[in-house]
């Protein structure tokens, strides 16, 4: 049996962790993500300001210079991900996976605290969770969000 997507149940797209509606999504986003930061003039890896003339910050620019140097080119590390994956080790550090995911604890919990920020940012800004229209009054998913998280189908009460 092939992987799950990591966002819903659905098949996983060969050697990736999601299926090929929330890679689409996740493209969608990616791109709307960096359109802002650079009306920001934010860096598009970081939260910090770019350098004149440039979309990234020193420290950024840095690194990516410093990879460059060392001749890792962006598909083979993507490629390494994966071989990761398929060994059972973390996504992003040689740590075992925890059970039936891609990551191991300290990389799980570095994601979840990340979620948890942008979900209070949101919340403050009285915006949705998921996308950029308003939240219901006292909740933190729009309408049409809230409407399809209810049609989910549940797992039975134990």
Do not use: Y
Not at 5 to 31: I, T
Not at 62 to 68: N, T
């Amino acid at each position: 049996m092939g992987r799950k997507c990591s966002k819903c149940s659905e098949p996983a797209a060969p050697g990736r962790s999601k299926c090929q509606k929330h890679l689409d999504r996740a493209k969608v986003d990616a791109q709307r993500r960096v359109e802002h930061r650079k009306l920001q003039g934010l860096c598009l890896r970081c939260p910090h300001p770019v350098v004149p003339g440039r979309t990234m910050c020193q420290a950024c620019l840095d690194e990516l210079k410093r990879l460059r140097l060392l001749g890792v080119p962006k598909q083979q590390a993507r490629e390494k991900g994966e071989a990761r994956i398929n060994l059972g080790l973390c996504r992003h550090c040689d740590e075992p996976q925890v059970p039936g995911r891609t990551m191991c604890e300290t990389h799980l919990r570095i994601g979840r605290e990340h979620i948890r920020r942008h979900r209070a940012n949101r919340m403050a800004q009285g915006l949705c969770s998921r996308c950029d229209k308003p939240a219901r009054s006292g909740g933190v998913l729009c309408q049409s969000h809230r409407e399809h998280a209810n049609s989910l189908e549940r797992p039975a009460p134990r």
